[in-house]
């Protein structure tokens, strides 16, 4: 079993950036970020696996960057140019196999789930 913890929630406007983490107990093969905003279905944001394969979802291309220090066990995500739609909560999630598919997610499904970090941008 591998526990999943973010941090880097935040609050802040429109324009601006910030960097949320994401410490593993222990090695998984591919990792994303997924978030859900109040009355929306969750969706995939970004997601890495261990060949570095990287995939976003549309709305994020350009501003966001997924990363993952493999050292560390630690994935990350770069959120710059922060807009009000970006306001949802942000789960970090990871898979024990598979590699990165379109969606954005892991090809054999995500097995760990991170409690989610908020992060809430203002207009």
């Known amino acids: 079993q591998v526990q999943l913890v973010e941090s880097g929630g935040t609050s802040v406007q429109a324009g601006g950036s910030h960097r949320l983490s994401c410490t593993a107990s222990?090695?998984?093969?591919?990792m994303g970020w997924f978030r859900q905003a109040p009355g929306k279905e969750r969706e995939g944001v970004a997601a890495?696996?261990?060949?570095?394969?990287?995939s976003y979802t549309d709305s994020v291309k350009g501003r966001f960057t997924i990363s993952k220090d493999t050292d560390k066990n630690t994935l990350y995500l770069q959120m710059n140019n922060l807009k009000p739609e970006d306001t949802a909560m942000y789960y970090c999630?990871?898979?024990?196999?598979?590699?990165?598919?379109?969606?954005?997610?892991?090809?054999?499904?995500?097995?760990?789930w991170g409690k989610g970090t908020l992060v809430s941008i203002s207009s």
């Open positions: 890495v696996d261990y060949g570095g394969r990287i």
């Open positions: 222990g090695y998984t093969y591919c």
């Open positions: 999630a990871a898979s024990r196999g598979g590699t990165v598919v379109p969606g954005p997610g892991c090809s054999s499904g995500m097995d760990y």
